[in-house]
């Protein structure tokens, strides 16, 4: 079935749901206890599984009415008995009423567009932002947003973020990042990892001179998963580094190849807590410089909408490429789909 006609099919039976919601008093309909529609990414949307057709999931949902899911998106969990739900304002004990459609205004009902709109790939819009006055006037802000999808061997994901900042209307940061992957599972718990990463910083100064730089960096990496269970995964490998800058300001352009040791960690805890971090050591064996990269995450799901986050940076001498070192420590509103 082509992509386009399974996402309007997914949205039109979201309104077929809400439009014919409203029933007349009295009637009654014979529910199983909910079956629950596990997407790979964690959300979850009470139901039941009407029937499964190769490899699709054909699932109605008590929300969204029925949905045409792929196997490898999601599965099926709490499959039970069934009982009556009665139309009434108070459900008989023990029977499990189904939730009301929600309103077309909602963030859960705005997440579920997006999610029928990108159909198998999940993504996270993330922000923030602070203004301080002070001995200074201050101001910052952070926008981003990121894009996945998995199958059965292969992973592939991608970012852009913005980063702009001023004291005293002067422009102390204003760069624009953005981050590929495309992991896949070889056997022996083995993997293979290409990361391209591409930065735009429009507001560095090297010793009070302006040094603005656009920088392309590729990673092509082997490595071995050290410890891969549904909550807990840890990654380590070897990866080959190709650099290039441009000096957008003064012109010319430097590259290097480098070698490099990281190591991924992924770990999901109760309360839909998500703690990911990723360290990388840069050593080039042609000259000896070296230099390091770290990212930590610990993420808070409030809702399968709404997340809160902390994430902390920090990068320090890439060997060989004149690049902007720093150290940050951000605090994030996301919205999920």
Request: charged share 25%.
């Amino acid at each position: 079935m082509p992509v386009v006609f399974k996402k309007l099919t997914r949205v039109a039976s979201m309104m077929l749901a809400i439009g014919v919601s409203a029933r007349a008093q009295g009637d009654a309909e014979v529910l199983p206890v909910p079956d629950v529609l596990v997407y790979r990414d964690g959300d979850r949307v009470q139901g039941r599984l009407i029937r499964r057709e190769d490899e699709f999931l054909i699932f109605k949902s008590v929300r969204f009415g029925e949905l045409r899911v792929s196997t490898a998106d999601a599965r099926i969990e709490n499959a039970g008995t069934t009982v009556v739900v009665a139309a009434t304002p108070a459900p008989a004990k023990d029977a499990v009423a189904p939730v009301p459609p929600l309103a077309s205004s909602s963030p859960d009902e705005l997440t579920n567009l997006f999610r029928n709109f990108f159909g198998p790939w999940h993504g996270r819009f993330a922000l923030s932002s602070q203004v301080i006055s002070d001995t200074s006037d201050r101001a910052d802000f952070m926008t981003e947003a990121r894009l996945k999808r998995k199958w059965t061997k292969d992973e592939v994901s991608g970012s852009i973020r913005y980063d702009y900042s001023k004291t005293n209307d002067i422009v102390t940061t204003d760069i624009i990042k953005g981050n590929g992957l495309w992991r896949r599972t070889l056997p022996k718990r083995l993997f293979t990892v290409y990361r391209p990463a591409y930065e735009w910083n429009r507001a560095y100064k090297d010793d009070g001179v302006n040094r603005d730089y656009i920088l392309l960096q590729q990673e092509v990496g082997l490595g071995v998963r050290a410890v891969d269970t549904e909550n807990w995964k840890v990654r380590v490998g070897v990866a080959e580094n190709f650099f290039d800058a441009w000096d957008t300001s003064a012109g010319g352009h430097t590259s290097a190849q480098v070698e490099s040791l990281f190591a991924e960690a992924d770990l999901k805890l109760p309360w839909r807590i998500i703690v990911t971090e990723r360290a990388v050591y840069y050593y080039a064996i042609k000259t000896g410089n070296d230099g390091f990269e770290n990212q930590f995450e610990i993420t808070k799901k409030l809702t399968d909408t709404l997340s809160l986050g902390l994430r902390h940076e920090v990068r320090y001498n890439d060997p060989d490429v004149r690049s902007q070192d720093y150290s940050l420590l951000r605090f994030l509103i996301g919205f999920d789909f």
